[in-house]
């Protein structure tokens, strides 16, 4: 009770004294616009010349320069995207002057206006296990069919490990996908990416910026124990309709944006977003991909999206959005798996006239459901019902940075499933969370510091989870910057499936249960009380970044996760959980039971870019290791070596060609051998049952230890070329031809356990893509 006090009484403490922080000296602030579309101009630098006071514009293309002494100085906005805007200014003390900048896209687009931004950012930011992704990086990977997707990036990042082509599922340093957070403007989404792992649910259109975390995040973000997903989407062109098409023998898709109401001199505007994509791949593999399967590839997703933005003269804004994500697919082993998530939300941005303290904030709603109907079995399903809110509140001091707010969640889940055994396991529940957060970034001469603590209180647990966090970075010299981060994380929400299968494509979810077993036993023997269902996680980074030319830049980070409490699905089930059966195990009959495990591992990146040459070499070694109370296991994502090359060239007299190259090799994953087959005798008639006379149908299996054995090693080789044909200034058409797995590796996708049939991963697939933009 004392602990809860301090770190409550600290909170509280924290927030009067930022509330009562007043205006020192004078502040600059404003916002930083695209000419030609009035969107956000992000990651842009804006410095008063012949001074050190300078930043960069944030998500919503706003910046403050605060604690400036009063004079004329010239502030300046640049950046390698956009021409270099300058005008005089007048601070005077204790006053907030108002600059905007309207800037014009560069006549040269250079190839390296991502990598300043990210020079910039490691220079400024301690930006550690952290990657930051914009459409033009998405535009690098080759794409399927012509259509660039968010996922395709995110498999080459260190630290991730994919199920492959298919079975979309994504595990981060040793992170589940249930315990990885994504969150789409603030919103929760409970599956972002399709059974087809080549594509996600976002449209590479709507991103402004991802920010992908996968380890070390700050107190900002709470709920998940292992990594999360930032997404941010445009605003719509406040200029002019513009949008695009595009169509490939995967699927077809549309964008549009425009205003409502024009951008004006008040600046005031209000523009919509609204984008549809869609997969027709089962049947146009029918005619184009037969070699893969004559009944065609069974995949099937339609992605929706809308929004609507209201923004006015001082750089506040209010959006609406919704969305309707779904999708179906057949598997051999599977009569039908389906699933729909679907909802929608406001969030806004507040520049108070006399406060230099931005707010921020969002509310939305959402409901998940998946359902699973496979051959003699019960159909299973899983369904989440959630609304989340937040409120946030930014303060610059110069080249420090403030961070509060709250943040709140409520979700009903409700699933049933069965286990190999045909036991039932069920639950429908109703929990509530609620986090404080509080963050400080300090900069003082070389050393950036950012420690930040949350306090995550559980309702329906009635748990109060105090989490304090730290990053930093040391800046060596100009080339070398050294960095780290720790922190503790926890969560309420688990998977509805288990993280020993090595095929599961039934991702459903749940609230923490309460009917674990009382104590766990922990790899050294020792008991201990398991005292309630919440996910525990530890993290702790080490790091370095090293300029080695100006074009050349190397990250490396080693990494340990240690996983406290681990909630599971028991496959070991026999009997249920009833007073009569009292005596019997709570390994035997729980539905879900306790684990402990430790993820470790380091990640090695190079990155070259120049102009019009950009290349990528990743190289990931983990380990990942789980405690069940009985065994030491490998889960099924445990891949020791993991290597992404990726080379993106442009050329031709108007560097209107390009070609991109993937190459990706990965060590085996773990799975579970089958050691024999029997016939099981029924003994349903008791001491009576004539067991000689029986001849069962069924087939028993035994297997081996758990994910003992090891699948072949993953390896494939994409490529894509792409030429831009220009109709004017704003209309073009992008023609796109690719090959996925050139070499047509026959990557092993599972082994059917009764049949022995190895059903493979997707071969050499040829394809074409058109992309037409206005």
Do not use: C
Not at 657 to 667: C, P, T
Request: no cysteine; net charge negative; proline share 4%.
């Amino acid at each position: 009770m004392l602990k809860e006090f301090v770190v409550r009484a600290s909170f509280s403490l924290i927030f009067v004294l930022v509330t009562l922080v007043g205006i020192a000296q004078g502040t600059i602030r404003g916002a930083a616009i695209d000419k030609d579309s009035g969107e956000p101009a992000i990651f842009v630098n804006v410095y008063l010349d012949g001074t050190n006071y300078g930043v960069t514009t944030d998500l919503q293309g706003f910046y403050t320069l605060n604690k400036i002494p009063a004079g004329t100085y010239t502030i300046v906005a640049t950046s390698m995207e956009y021409e270099a805007s300058k005008s005089q200014i007048v601070v005077v003390d204790n006053r907030i002057v108002t600059k905007d900048f309207t800037l014009k896209k560069a006549t040269i687009e250079l190839g390296g206006a991502e990598v300043t931004a990210d020079r910039d950012a490691q220079q400024k930011d301690s930006r550690v296990s952290v990657a930051t992704i914009r459409p033009q990086d998405i535009k690098k990977i080759p794409s399927f069919g012509g259509q660039p997707d968010l996922v395709q990036v995110l498999q080459v990042l260190p630290g991730f490990v994919s199920t492959g082509d298919q079975g979309g599922q994504l595990y981060i340093r040793g992170g589940s996908p249930v315990q990885n957070k994504v969150l789409l403007d603030g919103m929760v989404i409970y599956n972002a990416f399709h059974s087809i792992g080549l594509f996600s649910v976002f449209d590479t259109d709507i991103i402004s910026n991802a920010d992908v975390y996968t380890g070390g995040f700050g107190a900002e973000f709470g709920g998940r124990i292992s990594s999360v997903m930032n997404i941010t989407t445009k605003d719509g062109n406040k200029k002019r309709l513009s949008g695009s098409a595009g169509i490939s023998p995967f699927g077809a898709k549309l964008t549009l944006e425009g205003p409502l109401k024009k951008l004006g001199d008040d600046g005031s505007s209000i523009s919509y977003i609204l984008s549809a994509k869609t997969s027709y791949l089962e049947e146009s593999s029918k005619l184009l991909y037969t070699y893969v399967d004559e009944d065609g590839l069974p995949f099937n997703y339609t992605d929706l999206y809308g929004k609507i933005t209201l923004g006015s003269k001082a750089g506040s804004k209010v959006s609406l959005f919704g969305f309707n994500f779904s999708d179906d697919v057949r598997y051999q082993a599977l009569s039908k798996l389906n699933w729909n998530n679907y909802g929608g939300g406001g969030k806004f941005f507040v520049v108070p006239g006399g406060s230099p303290v931005l707010i921020s904030g969002y509310l939305s709603t959402s409901r998940y459901k998946i359902n699973l109907e496979e051959e003699n079995l019960e159909p299973r399903f899983s369904g989440v019902n959630s609304s989340n809110f937040g409120l946030d509140f930014k303060y610059s001091l110069r080249d420090d940075e403030i961070l509060y707010g709250v943040q709140g969640t409520t979700f009903k889940t409700s699933y049933q499933t069965f286990n190999a055994l045909g036991i039932r396991a069920e639950q429908e529940e109703n929990t509530t969370e609620f986090g404080l957060y509080f963050k400080y970034k300090l900069t003082h001469g070389k050393l950036i510091f950012e420690p930040s603590i949350r306090g995550h209180y559980y309702g329906s647990l009635s748990v109060f989870s105090p989490e304090p966090r730290l990053a930093a970075k040391f800046k060596f010299n100009e080339r070398l910057r050294i960095k780290m981060a720790a922190g503790i994380y926890s969560q309420n929400l688990i998977a509805a499936n288990s993280d020993r299968d090595v095929v599961n494509l039934f991702y459903g979810f749940l609230a923490g249960p309460e009917n674990l077993q009382d104590e766990f036993v922990m790899p050294n023997g020792e008991t201990r009380e398991v005292k309630d269902p919440l996910q525990r996680a530890s993290h702790a980074i080490l790091g370095f970044e090293f300029d080695i030319t100006e074009k050349i830049n190397l990250n490396v980070e080693g990494y340990v996760k240690k996983f406290g409490q681990v909630t599971n699905t028991n496959r070991n089930k026999l009997f249920p959980d009833t007073p009569e059966y009292s005596e019997v195990s709570d390994a035997l009959k729980k539905d879900f039971v306790i684990e402990s495990g430790l993820a470790k591992g380091v990640d090695v990146v190079i990155k070259y870019e120049e102009k019009y040459t950009y290349l990528w070499f990743v190289y990931s070694l983990g380990d990942v290791d789980r405690w069940d109370g009985f065994q030491w296991y490998d889960p099924v994502f445990d891949r020791r070596h993991n290597i992404n090359f990726v080379a993106s060239q442009a050329f031709g007299k108007k560097h209107d060609w390009e070609v991109n190259v993937r190459w990706n090799f990965g060590s085996g994953l773990p799975f579970t051998q089958t050691q024999g087959f029997y016939q099981p005798v029924s003994i349903d008639e008791g001491i009576g049952s004539d067991y000689l006379a029986q001849n069962p149908d069924e087939l028993g299996i035994t297997y081996g230890g758990l994910n003992e054995g090891r699948l072949p090693t993953y390896h494939r080789l994409d490529i894509s070329l792409h030429k831009s044909f220009k109709f004017g200034e704003r209309v073009s058409l992008d023609v796109s031809a690719g090959v996925t797995n050139v070499y047509s590796r026959a990557n092993v996708f599972y082994v059917n356990r009764v049949t022995n049939e190895v059903v493979e991963q997707l071969p050499f697939m040829p394809s074409i893509g058109l992309d037409f933009k206005f």
